[in-house]
């Protein structure tokens, strides 16, 4: 059983910064893809920025310059650092990583959602 956790979200003001964090725990042999999507109301899930075990990073091109993606391997956590926020950036967000267990087979999981609200 391999679950993700998530922290971090919540109301923030224009040109605020938050951080996300998501912890992975249970039956791990290893993880190679993190990531971080988000979903606003009415909207599809979009992947906001994902990185691998060997710390290749991807971002979408709305946030690029103002997120950050990291992660801690020894600690099976992924960061998010979310710089100059705007309104627009409002969305649940939702980890998701693709996890090896010790049975040798790769599932894909994802987070219960973090609220992040950007608003004066």
């Known amino acids: 059983q391999v679950q993700l956790v998530e922290s971090g979200g919540g109301l923030v003001q224009p040109g605020g910064s938050l951080r996300l964090s998501c912890a992975a725990s249970g039956s791990i042999f290893s993880i190679n893809y993190m990531g971080w999507y988000r979903q606003a109301p009415g909207k599809q899930r979009e992947l906001v920025a994902s990185?691998?075990?060997?710390?290749?990073?991807n971002y979408v091109d709305s946030v690029k310059g103002r997120f950050t993606i990291s992660r801690d391997n020894a600690k099976n956590t992924v960061y998010l650092q979310m710089n100059s926020l705007k309104p627009e950036d409002t969305a649940v967000y939702y980890c998701?990583?693709?996890?090896?267990?010790?049975?040798?087979?790769?599932?894909?999981?994802w987070g219960q959602g973090t609220q992040v609200t950007v608003s004066s």
């Open positions: 998701n990583a693709r996890i090896l267990d010790y049975t040798g087979i790769t599932r894909n999981y």
């Open positions: 990185i691998t075990s060997g710390g290749s990073t």
